[in-house]
């Protein structure tokens, strides 16, 4: 009898940085935290995977789920600073 591998904590990542990127730019708050966790579930299922790769899999589910997370808080970083050196600069009153 085969034991079957979890992958949970890799769908999981995959599934927060999925919502961080479509709902996060439409609601603020829901991006700002499903982003990080994105990020910091992947890095566990990695770990986990990485420590026994027998009993758990889901690698590039957990890798798409970090690089999403990190994606959106990347732009997310970056709208804030155009939008700040915009300000700065007189361009809204």
């Given at each position: 009898?085969?034991?079957?591998?979890?992958?949970?904590?890799?769908?999981?990542?995959?599934?927060?940085g999925m919502c961080s990127m479509t709902l996060g730019w439409c609601c603020g708050p829901i991006g700002l935290l499903t982003g990080p966790s994105a990020i910091g579930t992947g890095i566990f299922a990695l770990v986990q995977i990485k420590n026994d790769p027998t009993q758990y899999a889901g690698k590039p589910l957990a890798i798409i789920g970090i690089a999403t997370g990190g994606l959106f808080l990347l732009l997310w970083v970056l709208f804030i600073v155009i939008w700040g050196i915009g300000a700065a600069l007189g361009g809204l009153h």
């Open positions: 009898m085969s034991a079957q591998r979890q992958q949970t904590l890799a769908v999981t990542s995959l599934i927060l």
